[in-house]
């Protein structure tokens, strides 16, 4: 059972300390800084201009009209001049009720979004890069400007930032609204939306006088505008996707492991993009299946946004997937938890024939005898020979446990000679690339995430857990660590440990952060001051969370590690992640 992230409420009073510190940051603008903003007029409307997206929807002018003046071409200011995700537009709309009073139903406020993330939104080559955002994902993300990067991620990612696309006035006028909803933004951080000091200067170079908000408006102008020729070839060729049908799922959980089953997508009569889903998954370590069902809306022609729910459990779990332009695949992440830490990293594909979703267990070591592997698939052969299985060279099918249309179990033999690296399996007409890993020894341990990071909670906040998982690992056919040919062995029998992370003398957070359970999953403290703690201290801290594998081919134990956080409660949850609820 997970919970739900509650809703923000804004009290009256906290909303004229806004009001009055958006007053005092106009009263400082310089003529320089200053912006002047009208719903009645824009630079971008000058006579004869054919920039803008017109907006031709009624629920969309209807209640938006009244402070977004249109002209003649159908323009609206501000909303015809920017393109967001899905995700991107719900957050506009729950900004205008939150702030100025909009008054929408949720069937009205849905309709907005579709209508704005289809028509003002983003092509798949635009959305690609920026779609960890939309998946929740905890990321390291190294973005291309470091001025522009610095400036942003002080207060939300930069997966924000990268999903939109605006004329340069509405970068303008996106950096004004900051500036006004948060005035301390010019000096806060470093180096703050004004540049404090000195100009810089690169070596024997000019300085640049620019502010850092300068920097950022014209860098993003350039490279992220309204008008692009990803958009306009996308704008021509959108249309609702087709994907009716069952489609094969493969998923992998640091929670549960590799998961594998169907899904059948079912669209809704008399709608437009979208659909229904019923879902069978297996997971592979406990042989347990679970039924999931659910519903979607497909935005922008390839961008998936669902919720199904286990009706035995009855968990929820948010759904957003990149559909491939050929309607053949799709990917992304399931997610859950107070956080949306908790996940399933998934690909479905479509499944009009014999189709092989994965292998369990992923890696047979040479000189194995017998081995129990299982095939998961949709429309596998039943009547399968072991001579209709090919692994490769010098890895032999046995014998033939059980044949079934989703799952084959079998045993196979690897030879002692037979060649390490990546094996590519057919069974009959279906084929899975790289479904097999040949190994010799386990050199080394691997801990994901390299870095975690968990919040205190279940006073005042609900707690964020994390999961970590041990991965094994091959040199691969050059015996050398750390190249480009190692091979991924899957998940090993660990013991799992906390140990210090050491900053300070004496520092004894692991004592008071929480605890690693047997299965990697670490159950942050609770929230608070600690009155047993030196300090009256909160229990936060660094600790690193250890796997000790026993190697019995090497005659000692293998270690991997990974840094963990744990950290103080995300106390004011604003987001709008969840289009079409």
Known sequence: MTTKPREPRIPVAYMLVIGSLIFFAAALLSPRDSIAVSPQSSSQDEEGSDVGIAVEHAATVSNCVSCHAMDDA???TRISYERKTPEGWQQTIRRMVLLNDVELEPDVARDIVRYLADEHGLAPEEARP?????????????????????????????????????????????????RGYYPLVDTQGNPGFRRRGPPSSDGDGPSDSRHPMEKAIDHLAATYPLETDEWTAWSANRRAPRLGGRWGIAGHSAFSGPMYGFVDVTPVEGSEGEFTTEATLTNVRSGEAT??????????????????????????????????????????????????????????????GPLITGV??????????????????????????????????????TEIIDAGADAIRLRASVATDAAIGKRDLFVGAAARPEALVVFDTVDAVRVT?????????????????????????????????GTDDDLDLGALDVTWSLEEYSATFDDDDIDFVGELGADGLFTPALDGPNPGRSGNRNNVGDVWAVATYESEELGRPLRGRALLIVTVPLYLNMRGWEPGR
């Open 74 to 76: 159908g323009r609206m």
């Open 130 to 178: 920026g779609f960890f955002e939309a998946e929740r994902r905890v990321i390291d993300y190294d973005y291309e400007d470091d001025d522009t990067e610095v400036l942003c991620i002080q207060c939300h990612s930069m997966g924000r930032v990268i999903t939109q696309r605006r004329t340069k006035e509405e970068w303008e006028l996106l950096v004004a609204m900051h």
């Open 291 to 352: 039924t999931r069902t659910g519903s979607a809306n497909v935005y922008t022609g390839f961008q998936w946004r669902g919720r199904s729910t286990d009706p035995g459990e009855g968990d929820s779990m948010r759904e957003v997937m990149f559909i491939e332009r050929d309607w053949r695949r799709m990917s992304g992440r399931w997610f859950t938890g107070a956080y949306d830490e908790i996940g399933l990293d998934v690909t479905l594909y479509r499944a009009d």
């Open 360 to 397: 369990y267990p992923v890696a047979l070591r040479t000189g194995a005898e017998m081995e129990e592997l299982t095939i998961y698939g949709i429309n596998l052969p039943t009547d399968v020979q072991p001579a209709d299985i090919d692994f490769g060279p010098r890895v032999v099918v």
């Open 449 to 481: 995430p390299q870095a975690g990071m968990a919040r205190v909670g279940g006073v005042v906040a609900p707690k964020q857990f994390a999961q970590f998982e041990a991965i094994g690992v091959s040199n691969g056919p050059d015996g050398e660590p």
